[in-house]
T-cell receptor, first 116, second 109 residues
Framework: DAGVTQSPTHLIKTRGQHVTLRCSPISGHKSVSWYQQVLGQGPQFIFQYYEKEERGRGNFPDRFSARQFPNYSSELNVNALLLGDSALYLC???????????????FGPGTRLTVL | KNEVEQSPQNLTAQEGEFITINCSYSVGISALHWLQQHPGGGIVSLFMLSSGKKKHGRLIATINIQEKHSSLHITASHPRDSAVYICAVRRGGADGLTFGKGTHLIIQP
């Protein structure tokens, strides 16, 4: 069974451009979370989506947005790219039981974004 | 001060040594995760703990909720254990995980 997949694996953009990153969760998983990992740091939480609705948001500007589709895949969009947006963007999926908390998260391989 | 602090930041040891990585957190949590990240970025979940102790193969994770502290132990360490080990906590609701900066472990043959 396929794990969490992300596309593209690598991406190079210039300042001011827009980028869309994609994530497909493990089959049967309904929750997707997005994280940003800057080189040398731990990941930072961006968004969590469950059943196509935003359920949590980290401390990121409005240039960052996301959505989840009926098949539970998700897109992360970043507008007006800045040099500081260069990072590894990780997607994680989980199968929430009765609550959204305390569910093991399964991570994808990430998309490495470089902004020049 | 970060909400999740790990120590040490870097650790180099010889094959076979017993390894301990520590994690302290300053907020109330519903669960604590230990994760492994290899070069290239892939993250693998090792443990999710809300109390007590868990063991999987040569890996052992413990948590003390009262002291807000967790440890990850590796017995009979092997060069293939070389990776970044990350502690992450979930505070509850849908806030996502809050991560430590990671411990870079190198096991030399």
């Amino acid at each position: 069974d396929a794990g969490v997949t992300q596309s593209p694996t690598h991406l190079i953009k210039t300042r001011g451009q827009h980028v869309t990153l994609r994530c497909s969760p493990i089959s049967g998983h309904k929750s997707v979370s997005w994280y940003q990992q800057v080189l040398g740091q731990g990941p930072q939480f961006i968004f969590q989506y469950y059943e196509k609705e935003e359920r949590g948001r980290g401390n990121f500007p409005d240039r960052f947005s996301a959505r989840q589709f009926p098949n539970y895949s998700s897109e992360l969009n970043v507008n007006a790219l800045l040099l500081g947006d260069s990072a590894l963007y990780l997607c994680a999926s989980s199968f929430p039981l009765q609550r959204l908390v305390n569910n093991e998260q399964f991570f994808g391989p990430g998309t490495r974004l470089t902004v020049l | 001060k970060n909400e999740v602090e790990q120590s040490p930041q870097n650790l180099t040891a010889q094959e076979g040594e017993f390894i301990t990585i520590n994690c302290s957190y300053s907020v109330g949590i519903s669960a604590l995760h230990w994760l492994q990240q290899h070069p290239g970025g892939g993250i693998v979940s090792l443990f999710m703990l809300s109390s007590g102790k868990k063991k999987h193969g040569r890996l052992i994770a413990t948590i003390n909720i009262q002291e807000k502290h967790s440890s990850l132990h590796i017995t009979a360490s092997h060069p293939r254990d070389s990776a970044v080990y990350i502690c992450a906590v979930r505070r509850g609701g849908a806030d996502g995980l809050t991560f430590g900066k990671g411990t870079h472990l190198i096991i030399q043959p």
